[in-house]
């Protein structure tokens, strides 16, 4: 089945320690976001790649980095995880670019920082 | 900027029992979206929702989007545990390149 996996499902990482999260997609899309999820609260948008053209969103931190080395895959890349950075990452695919586009999700990853 | 708000933001009920759930944007929806998450897991799609009056139905689920496209309401008939879980709407957002969520309804339902 065509889908978004997120890897890993749970990491773990030291205050300050580089950490990457991975999201692939067999789908085929163009477009690919990464969202932060805190708990309680509304999933935030970090950024997305349009193909290879990247949109990062304004109030992103700069410590929040994205790669797109091809279509299928995409990166999270956070330089130095604070205690505040510890929320739930969540990728999404979209066809298009567009309202009424459609999205699919990963099922996230759970990113605790000790 | 464009905010949606839901309501309740968490329910109680019990198996059998009917309920709905809200979310009212402070402007115009061009694409309004439902999904559901189980804790600490990824979202899955319910339904999409584009133009005024629309109504869409899956299984005990039943999404409505008003005529002046601002509001958006799920009901679900006769809940069983397996609703349970956290509810999202989301809404394309006004320059089209993503979605922006309402904070989520949380629903319990008891056996």
């Known amino acids: 089945d065509a889908m978004v996996i997120q890897n890993p499902r749970y990491q773990v990482t030291q205050f300050g320690k580089p950490v990457t999260l991975s999201c692939s997609q067999t789908?085929?899309?163009?477009?690919m976001y990464w969202y932060q999820q805190k708990s309680s609260q509304a999933p935030k948008l970090l950024f997305h790649y349009y193909d290879k053209d990247f949109n990062n969103e304004a109030d992103t931190p700069d410590n929040f980095q994205s790669r797109r080395p091809n279509t299928s895959f995409c990166f999270l890349d956070i330089r130095s995880p604070g205690l505040g950075d510890a929320a739930m990452y969540l990728c999404?695919?979209?066809?298009?670019?567009?309202?009424?586009?459609?999205?699919?999700f990963g099922s996230g990853t759970r990113l605790t920082v000790v | 900027s464009q905010e949606l708000e839901q309501s309740p933001q968490s329910l109680i009920v019990q198996e059998g029992k009917n309920l709905t759930i809200n979310c009212t944007s402070s402007?115009?929806?061009?694409?309004l979206y439902w999904y559901k998450q189980k804790y600490g897991e990824g979202l899955i799609f319910l339904m999409m929702l584009q133009k005024g009056g629309e109504e869409k139905s899956h299984e005990k689920i039943t999404a409505k989007l008003d005529e002046k496209k601002q509001q958006s309401s799920l009901h679900i008939t006769a809940s069983q545990p397996s609703h349970a879980g956290i509810y999202l709407c989301?809404?394309?957002?006004?320059?089209?390149?993503?979605?922006?969520f309402g904070k989520g309804t949380t629903l319990s339902v008891s056996s």
């Open positions: 989301g809404a394309d957002n006004q320059a089209g390149t993503a979605l922006i």
């Open positions: 402007k115009t929806l061009y694409g």
């Open positions: 999404a695919t979209s066809r298009v670019v567009g309202q009424g586009s459609g999205y699919t």
């Open positions: 789908l085929n899309h163009n477009v």
